[in-house]
Each structure stands twice: as C-alpha cells, then as structure tokens.
C-alpha cells in the first residue's frame, strides 16, 4: 500500500494523459534517490483500479473491460462463427492501456461489445488496440445494429502504423441507433496468426467527446464482412436470455 | 468453486532487512515488505495432484525466478500459511497477471466457542507493472492469532499467473464480539451482525476509492443504471430510490460502506433479474430444514389474524430431521414482523435480496426464508398444528440462537413451492425436492382408469443448440394425455423460444407481443407515449416477435397450468397459455412480471450483478414489466390442506379438469 500512495499522483496524472491517448502507460517508477539505469527490467505505475471510471457519461457499457466477465450475458462477448459466444480473454497490467484489464482477440473471433445511443444525433466512437502486425488497418471496427442486421460503415484507424505508445486509435462518427440495438463489432484481417490487445472503448454524442483531430473518412465494408457480421448479429439476438441463469436451478 | 486443500506449504518471513518494503526499485526488482510476517514466492513446484497449477520458471517472475500458473477448473487451491500466534490485524498482497485471479485468505478457528470463521478477499489496488503483472490487495483483517487459527490463502483462475505473495501487519486488532441481528450497535463501524456475530466488512470488499475517484465511480455507477436499466415500470417506480441511494455514497467513512451502499442501490432497482451474486458468504445459524409458501392459514386467524398486504407463510415441506415443523404448521412473524415484510427489508444487509418487479409478487422473499432466517433473525414466532383435530397451538416465539446446531449433515429440501408431487416413481425425489433436475412426467396418481390426466414438473424455459429437453415430455403428452396438468409453480425463466415452445401443443397460433431490444437508447421509457409504443410495436415485430401457439394444437385436451414464483421466460409462457382458450386454465399466484433481459456485470472473486434491461411491448403499445401474469384462479395452499398432505392449487387443478364443459372442443 506504501508504493500506491507513493504513485497515487504519477497515477493521476496518467489517466488525465489516458484521455487525451498521448501517455504510453504505466508510467515509469520515479526514485528521486537515485537515477534510474538504463533499460530497466520493468516500470510500475498506478491506474485506477475499475478503468476509466472517470468517463462515467461513457455510452459502452463497459468501455474498460474492468466489470466483463469471460461468458455468459457480458457487456463483451466474444463470437465464433462456428461456436457462438466462447470464452473471452484477457491481458492485464501494463499491457492494457488503461486500467487493469484488456481483452484480447484471436482469428477466427471477433468481439462484440453493447453501446447506447442518444435519442438524436450522431455518435463519436473511439476504440484503441494492438494488432500483433504493428499494421493498425489489420483490425475492423465496425458500429452495427444487432436488432436490424444493419452495418455503419466502419471506423478507420487514425494512422498506419501505431502511435509511440504501441496503440492504434480507430474513430469515426457512427449514425444515430435510437430504438435500436447498437453495438460495436471488432475483427481481425485475413492473416490467421493475427492477434490484437483492445482497450479503451468510448462512445460519445458529438460534440461531447474530447476533440482528437480530423476523424479519417468513414469507408462501406465489403461483403465478406458484412456476412460475418450479420452471423454474428442474428446469433446474438437468438440467444437473448430472460431467466436467472444456470445458478439458480438447484439449491443454493 | 470448490474447496480442495493440497499443499501443506508453510512460508515465514526472512526478507533482508535492508530490502524496500514491499515494492519495486527504479530497476524493476521486487522486494518483500520486511515487516511481513509470511512471504510465498511461489518457487517450489505444486505437487502433482494439483491438476492445473504448474510451475512456471521465468526471468520476468515478480519474485524470484518462477512463478505459478493457474488454470483450475471446478476446485480452487489452497496454500496453508502460518500466522502469528499473537491477536493482529493484516493486509495481504499477492501480484498475478494474464486473467482474473480469484483469491481469499480464509481463517478457521477450533470449536472453542469463540468467533466464527472470517476471510479477506483480493481485489485490485491499482498497481500494475510494464510486464503485465497486477497487484491485488485486501484492506486490513483481523486474526486472533492466540486461538491458534488454521489459514489458507485460495485461489482460483482459468489461466491466470500468479507470485509474490505477502501478509504484513497493519491496522488495529479488531476482536469479533456477538451480537443480536439484525442491526447491533455492538458491532461498530463498517461492521454488519451476520448469524449472530459481527462481521467486519471491509476484508469483504475493494478499497473504498480515494475522495479524488470517488464521484467518478459513484458516477460510473450511476450511468449504468440510468443509461441500461429497465423496464418502463422500473425505470419510473424504482430507479429514483436506487439513484438516491448511490447518491449518499460520496461522504461514505470506509469500504464497506461504500460497497454495501452500491450493492443496496442494487437490490432497490427492485428488479428480478436484477441480483447480486456476493462474493463472500457466511454460514447460517440454528438448524431450520424448512421450505415455506405463501398460503391461507384458514386454521388459525383467530389468533393471528391474517396481514391486509401478504399471504400468510406456512411450512410447506421439511427436511427428513432436524425440524419440529410440518406442512400447514404456521410462521407469524419474524423480529416480530410479517415474515415477508422481514425479509424485504434487509436490502442494506442481505447481498441475496431477490425482488419481483410486480410490487404485489413475494414469493421470492419466501423461498429464501429459512436462509435469511437463520443469518438476520433474532427470534421467530410459529404456531405448530394438529391434523387430528385441526387445531393449532397458541403463537409461540423461539429464538433462533435456540434452534438446534447445524452441524451440516442435515438434509435441506429443495424450496421449489409445491408441496407435494404426484407423479408416484417418475416424479422428483420427495425428500429432496430435486425438482430442477426435470422435466418430470407421466401418468398422475389421481388419474382413474380411462381419465388418462398426465402431469409434467420442470423449472424453467430454456431451448438452445444442446437440444430441445422438454420434447419427450412434450411427445408423451401429446400423444397420449386426455388431460394434463403442468406443474410449473417454480419456473426460472430461460428464452423466448422455450416459451414458446411450451406454449405450441395447447394454443392457437398468433403472435401476441414483441420483445424490445436491451434497453439501450437514452431516455427511451423516460418520455413514453402511447403512440411511441404502438410504433415501436411495430417496429421490433418482424424481428423480435412472441410468437405462441401452433398450427395444429390440441384444444381438445384440458390443460392446467399451475404457477407460484415464475418470472422472465417463465412470465412470457404463462403470458402465451393465459386466455388462450376455453382448454387452458391457470392456478395459483400470479407471475414476477420480469419481462426484460439483462446484461450481467463481473468483478473480482466471483462477485457479479446483473441489471435488467428492456422491456415487452403490446400492440396496444403499452408495456408489459412490472405487471404479473395473472391467474384465471388465485389459489394458494390452505392450512388445512398442507396439514393433511394434500395439494390445494393442484386438487383444484384437478377438479376443473373432471367438470370443465368447454375445455374439450
């Protein structure tokens, strides 16, 4: 407990950066003892132990990852085309870019994860990962409506190559979803060993969300995705559950 | 999770005195705190009977050059620690990495007669490492070392790391005293009187948030609850109480305060999806083998009239001992309250509060009787009856810290609300009440010779890709029943196409409602029109309808449906069966009135909560959350029937079956 005192301010001061998608994170360990040696082994930092709680007018149900749980009716669920929903997994620590959880997506997954929209307007969606190519347009992030099969066009990834902290940011301004069911929809290329770390989900009214520059055009997705997609979203919306769940049916 | 105990490891501090306490140096190394009193850096490789545990020799371990990795499956693990013999209190801290580590230190102490068992449990501090590693911590705890106590630290992960575990002293020694629950000033702050002792709270639960994140996170709170929540009838009747209540977290003094507060807001959403799963549990107190129902004490109203807002609560069935309680006997009161009424009220203590959303439906309250007796009642107050002259004996109070000792090998019976079965060798165990092991079915007891009245008992509503498990009853029924009594008086909800599916063989076909997405556009039930409704019916239609009924249906087969505590898919298929023809009659109490879905919320330790969300439309565009089905007979089990083993609800079942006039065409 002495050393999260100690960095209680570095740990603020990283999640003010956390906002802004600027600090790579943890932050390092200051010992004003003794300089620090070059290439240290490992660097610790404080987070906010429940994520970006901060970001309480976030529209993701659970934009951190930190109150998902790995099945069952989750803000996350992670979808096999050939299985349905299957165990979604995790990285933690510093691996993740904020907080202590961060979910991890392997071919042939994809996962999908539940947001709300306003009753009018346009919505900023911004989502950050870590495809294993280092090549940011090697993840497709799509916002869709699991009630009507439609697709929005997906969302880019801001630059090609991540940012100096390793993480592609992926934005755009969804259409309005009201009365709908919208979620957002996270892929992986055509490379069968691709892997990605995401963290950070947020979902915004325009003109609520933090300014992050020019927003790269959305683009239409091809056909193939939108096949997956649509497989995905009728899964989903089948297997809408409405009972207490396998706890419950036996003694307690 | 289960508990298996393998590895007798014992781990006494020898960190160097001149090491950091407890942390990393600018190069990453980790040290020890000194002042530990048990340090375990998870070097020795498990013993092979620890299936799933391996040990892992890394040069990115936290301590050392290995560390462990976890991926149980059903048990978890523990390690034996050795604490001081001295009365302390400590924190622990323990790193993992790579999925959740589910972790406790649990202390037992022998049967001296002093305080009870106590655990402290590991949730994240905050810290974390460019490697991947997570510190967990637990807020301070207190052993009575003197009474030489047995300790384990317990974890459980699917494929988690985990190094580097500490107990360190910290805080003041903080010794367990007795008390009377429900709520004793006795136990102080952030302290709880659970099964007769007072229970610290905060090895319970996370760290209370700084002062500096604390509106945030009450905040984040908040916003789940008013962005997702609902149900038009909950989002109006109960959200403003649960808001209200995490509202008064921000000045909260300590963890458990906090954390209890959140999960009270919780339990005020009123909702029956809406449930937390808590991640701590302590034994009850005094042994009460006892299911009880809602019924009519019509044997005893003289001496204790009956309550204007509840049913009476009555013993419906027993374990084989351990009890002087039997069906039709009477429980008056509870802390001198209406049992219901008692039991409703600990939503600031009892982290299993279970709520219809029907405001008139309490039959949750009294499944959960016996378990919420036995932890927060001081005393209850029963009247024993005699069938031989159906009588019953003035109201007598017992105080639970009376009742016999629960040594655990009493057999406690399955609360499924029917007090008996009637499916002779086919139906459930009569003891146990394994009813949720169904469908049971067959030809029942009381079927003469050419009546040919089948029955089916099953707990829920649920059709998914492993198959359709309500078929062969389905196929038996159908082809050979002249008459059929469902027995659904617990019913655990599941999917719209199960109840669906229920519904097919006895109804016309028709679709007569749509399911609205989860709840997840903002202020949707807040400006609700009946025009809004109409055109949301019927735009959620084509793709989210509830359809019942079939092309062919026997509406020549009299069919009753009995119900008792049934909500979610077990409200949507009495939904379907109600009305739908002069074949079809439903007895007993009406339902929960959970038309929603819910997402399900998951931290550490196996700690869950799930918030209901969405709602049911009909064409009239009004919704349909909040209001049970009802039944075409209100009917609850009479005294004087339970007393003489007979079945009320369903002996009237049986009845309308051999004299209904229309039910056959």
């Known amino acids: 407990?002495?050393?999260?005192?100690?960095?209680?301010?570095?740990?603020?001061?990283?999640?003010?950066?956390?906002?802004?998608?600027?600090?790579?994170?943890?932050?390092?360990?200051?010992?004003?003892?003794?300089?620090?040696?070059?290439?240290?082994?490992?660097?610790?930092?404080?987070?906010?132990?429940?994520?970006?709680?901060?970001?309480?007018?976030?529209?993701?149900?659970?934009?951190?990852?930190?109150?998902?749980?790995?099945?069952?009716?989750?803000?996350?669920?992670?979808?096999?085309?050939?299985?349905?929903?299957?165990?979604?997994n995790y990285d933690t620590g510093g691996h993740c870019r904020s907080g202590i959880r961060c979910a991890t997506l392997a071919q042939p997954d994809a996962l999908v994860g539940y947001f709300a929209s306003p009753l009018t307007g346009k919505i900023d969606i911004k989502l950050y990962a870590k495809p294993s190519t280092q090549h940011c347009a090697d993840l497709q992030v799509v916002a869709i409506d699991l009630m009507t099969n439609a697709e929005d066009a997906e969302l880019l990834a801001t630059s090609q190559a991540p940012a100096e902290d390793g993480w592609c940011l992926y934005a755009g301004e969804a259409d309005n979803l009201a009365y709908e069911e919208p979620a957002i929809y996270v892929a992986l290329g055509s490379n069968k060993t691709l892997t990605a770390t995401i963290d950070e989900v947020s979902a915004l009214p325009v003109g609520e969300a933090p300014v992050h520059g020019a927003f790269p055009p959305l683009v239409p997705i091809d056909a193939a995705t939108k096949a997956r997609i649509d497989v995905a979203s009728a899964w989903i919306r089948g297997h809408r559950k409405y009972g207490v769940g396998e706890k419950a049916r036996g003694p307690q | 999770m289960q508990r298996r105990s393998w590895l007798a490891t014992i781990i006494l501090a020898s960190a160097s005195a001149t090491a950091?306490?407890?942390?990393?140096?600018?190069?990453?190394?980790?040290?020890?705190?000194?002042?530990?009193?048990?340090?375990?850096?998870?070097?020795?490789?498990?013993?092979?009977?620890?299936?799933?545990?391996?040990?892992?020799?890394?040069g990115d371990a936290v301590d050392g050059a290995s560390y462990w990795n976890v991926n149980v499956d059903q048990n978890s693990v523990d390690v034996s620690i050795a604490l001081p013999s001295t009365d302390a209190s400590y924190v622990a801290r323990v790193f993992a990495r790579t999925n959740r580590l589910l972790a406790e230190i649990d202390v037992s102490y022998p049967k001296d007669g002093g305080s009870p068992a106590t655990q402290a449990h590991f949730y994240p501090?905050?810290?974390?490492?460019?490697?991947?590693?997570?510190?967990?911590?637990?807020?301070?705890?207190?052993?009575?070392?003197?009474?030489?106590?047995?300790?384990?630290?317990?974890?459980?992960?699917?494929?988690?790391?985990?190094?580097?575990?500490?107990?360190?002293?910290?805080?003041?020694?903080?010794?367990?005293?007795?008390?009377?629950?429900?709520?004793?000033?006795?136990?102080?702050?952030?302290?709880?009187?659970?099964?007769?002792?007072?229970?610290?709270?905060?090895?319970?639960?996370?760290?209370?948030?700084?002062?500096?994140?604390?509106?945030?996170?009450?905040?984040?709170?908040?916003a789940r609850?008013?962005?997702?929540?609902?149900?038009?009838?909950?989002?109006?009747?109960?959200?403003?109480?649960?808001?209200?209540?995490?509202?008064?977290?921000?000045?909260?003094?300590?963890?458990?305060?906090?954390?209890?507060?959140?999960?009270?807001?919780?339990?005020?959403?009123?909702?029956w999806h809406t449930t937390v799963n808590a991640p701590f549990s302590f034994g009850g107190r005094g042994l009460l083998?006892?299911?009880?129902?809602?019924?009519?004490?019509?044997?005893?109203?003289?001496?204790?009239?009956?309550?204007?807002?509840?049913?009476?609560?009555?013993?419906?069935?027993?374990?084989?001992?351990?009890?002087?309680?039997?069906?039709?006997?009477?429980l008056v009161a509870v802390n001198g309250m209406h049992p219901i009424a008692f039991v409703e009220s600990l939503d600031a203590l009892d982290w299993g509060m279970w709520r219809a959303d029907d405001p008139d439906t309490h039959a949750e309250a009294v499944e959960r009787m016996s378990s919420v007796i036995r932890r927060w009642a001081t005393n209850i107050t029963v009247m024993h009856c005699d069938s031989s002259n159906d009588t019953c004996a003035a109201p007598q109070t017992i105080a639970v810290a009376d009742l016999p000792v629960d040594d655990g090998s009493y057999t406690y019976p399955y609360c499924d609300h029917r007090p008996l079965y009637h499916l002779g060798a086919n139906g459930p165990n009569p003891v146990t009440h394994n009813s949720y092991n169904g469908p049971f079915y067959g030809v029942v007891d009381e079927s003469q010779p050419g009546e040919n009245?089948?029955?089916?008992?099953?707990?829920?509503?649920?059709?998914?890709?492993?198959?359709?498990?309500?078929?062969?009853?389905?196929?038996?029924?159908?082809?050979?029943?002249?008459?059929?009594?469902?027995d659904h008086r617990l019913g655990n909800g599941g999917d719209v196409p199960g109840a669906t599916y229920l519904t097919s063989p006895w109804r016309a076909e028709a679709t007569i409602a749509a399911n609205t997405p989860f709840d997840l556009t903002i202020g949707t039930f807040d400006s609700w029109t009946s025009n809004l409704g109409q055109q949301l019916y019927q735009d959620y239609l084509p793709n989210d309808p509830y359809p019942v009924g079939s092309a062919s249906p026997h509406t020549n087969v009299p069919v009753a449906l009995l119900l008792a505590r049934d909500g979610s898919a077990s409200d949507w298929f009495p939904l379907g069966m109600q009305g739908s023809g002069p074949n079809v009659r439903l007895f007993g109490r009406h339902t929960a009135g959970a038309f929603s879905s819910y997402f399900v919320f998951d931290y550490y330790d196996n700690w869950t909560w799930r918030i209901a969300s969405?709602?049911?439309?009909?064409?009239?565009?009004?919704?349909?959350?909040?209001?049970?089905?009802?039944?075409?007979?209100?009917?609850?089990?009479?005294?004087?029937?339970?007393?003489?083993?007979?079945?009320?609800?369903?002996?009237?079942?049986?009845?309308?079956?051999?004299?209904?006039?229309?039910?056959?065409?």
């Open chain 1, 1 to 88: 407990m002495r050393r999260a005192l100690l960095l209680l301010p570095l740990a603020l001061a990283a999640c003010a950066d956390d906002k802004t998608g600027s600090q790579p994170s943890p932050p390092i360990t200051v010992d004003a003892s003794a300089p620090p040696p070059a290439g240290p082994r490992r660097t610790v930092g404080h987070r906010n132990p429940l994520g970006d709680a901060f970001q309480s007018d976030n529209l993701v149900l659970d934009g951190d990852f930190e109150l998902t749980g790995r099945s069952d009716q989750a803000p996350w669920i992670t979808f096999d085309p050939s299985q349905g929903q299957v165990t979604l």
């Open chain 2, 20 to 58: 950091h306490a407890g942390t990393f140096d600018p190069n990453g190394d980790f040290s020890f705190d000194p002042a530990a009193v048990v340090t375990f850096g998870f070097e020795e490789a498990p013993p092979q009977s620890a299936t799933g545990v391996k040990l892992v020799h890394a």
């Open chain 2, 125 to 222: 501090s905050g810290t974390v490492t460019s490697d991947g590693w997570y510190e967990l911590v637990t807020n301070p705890f207190s052993v009575q070392g003197s009474r030489k106590p047995t300790a384990v630290f317990s974890v459980y992960a699917n494929g988690a790391d985990v190094d580097a575990l500490e107990v360190v002293p910290s805080g003041a020694y903080r010794a367990a005293v007795a008390c009377s629950p429900p709520v004793d000033p006795a136990c102080g702050p952030h302290a709880f009187c659970e099964s007769g002792w007072c229970r610290d709270g905060n090895p319970l639960v996370p760290p209370l948030p700084p002062p500096s994140q604390r509106g945030d996170v009450i905040g984040y709170f908040r």
């Open chain 2, 225 to 271: 609850w008013q962005n997702y929540f609902g149900g038009r009838f909950s989002r109006v009747t109960y959200l403003p109480n649960a808001t209200a209540t995490l509202d008064g977290l921000y000045d909260a003094p300590d963890a458990w305060t906090f954390w209890n507060g959140v999960t009270t807001s919780i339990h005020r959403l009123h909702d």
């Open chain 2, 289 to 330: 083998p006892v299911c009880f129902v809602e019924g009519d004490a019509d044997l005893s109203h003289g001496a204790a009239p009956k309550d204007p807002n509840y049913y009476d609560v009555l013993v419906s069935h027993v374990g084989p001992a351990g009890t002087d309680l039997k069906p039709g006997d009477r």
């Open chain 2, 453 to 486: 009245i089948y029955g089916m008992v099953w707990n829920d509503a649920y059709l998914d890709n492993s198959g359709n498990a309500y078929q062969p009853a389905y196929d038996e029924l159908t082809a050979n029943a002249d008459a059929v009594v469902l």
């Open chain 2, 614 to 665: 969405g709602d049911l439309l009909m064409p009239d565009g009004s919704t349909h959350l909040g209001t049970g089905v009802p039944t075409d007979e209100e009917i609850v089990p009479l005294q004087s029937d339970l007393m003489h083993g007979r079945d009320t609800a369903y002996l009237r079942a049986l009845d309308w079956i051999r004299t209904c006039t229309t039910c056959r065409q």
